[in-house]
């Protein structure tokens, strides 16, 4: 089955700095790279995603870069602001899988 | 309005009883998931449902049993309660079988004592 890993676990950085995780994944047929953030005490919500057919997305301080043939995809945030703060999942799925598989998660923390 | 909601969304209870989950969403999606959330966070898939039949059981002792009656709900009952059942629930629902947004509903802190 598949299998993503995912880096750092934790990750500290200063407002206004970028942060970068990354993801590998195992299944080349994987075609669907959801990334959510999960607040503390909430529920994981979606930032972005990206397809396999596209290299690289952005929205606003927001980029996932994907490469298929390495088979990992990372997260770029940009100006990074405290409320950055959260832990950030990535996970890999195909179409009909049944399933989106998560990485480990990892916890951002934005210093002011 | 809630897109997938789930009751309770805490849960306290003495090891050896008997608790279910609830869930439900109304955004017309034809699978629905049940996540646990440990303490060090990890998201793993337990149960994966597709227009109420299941596909994916990964691994979780048959003390848990998923139910869906319908494609808009999906509940989780759990059987002879352990300690180390004690983890967030989410439920999820979801498009295309899986190759799309995961709506989460807001988590179930079960905490067996």
């Known amino acids: 089955g598949e299998n993503v890993e995912q880096h750092p676990s934790t990750l500290s950085v200063q407002e206004g700095d970028s942060a970068v995780i990354k993801c590998t994944y195992s299944?080349?047929?994987?075609?669907?790279f959801p990334w959510y953030k999960q607040e503390l005490g909430k529920r994981p919500q979606l930032i972005i995603d990206?397809?396999?057919?596209?290299g690289e997305k952005k929205d606003q301080r927001i980029a996932v870069t994907l490469n298929k043939t390495a088979k990992h995809f990372s997260l770029h945030i940009t100006e990074t602001q405290p409320e950055d703060s959260a832990v950030y999942f990535c996970?890999?799925?195909?179409?009909?899988?049944?399933?989106?598989?998560f990485g480990d998660g990892t916890t951002l923390t934005v210093k002011p | 309005d809630t897109a997938v909601s789930q009751t309770p969304k805490y849960l306290v209870t003495q090891m050896g009883n008997d608790k279910s989950i609830k869930c439900e969403q109304n955004l017309g999606h034809d699978t629905m998931y049940w996540y646990k959330q440990d303490s060090k966070k990890f998201l793993k898939i337990m149960f994966s449902y597709n227009n109420k039949e299941l596909i994916i059981n990964e691994t979780v002792p048959n003390r848990f049993s998923p139910k869906s009656p319908d494609k808009a709900h999906l509940n989780l009952h759990i059987n002879s309660l352990e300690l180390g059942d004690s983890a967030v629930y989410f439920c999820?629902?979801?498009?295309?079988?899986?190759?799309?947004?995961?709506?989460f509903g807001q988590g179930t802190r079960l905490t067996v004592v």
């Open positions: 999820a629902s979801s498009q295309q079988g899986g190759a799309a947004e995961a709506f």
């Open positions: 990206i397809r396999s057919n596209v």
């Open positions: 996970a890999a799925s195909m179409r009909n899988a049944g399933k989106s598989t």
């Open positions: 299944d080349s047929a994987s075609n669907y």
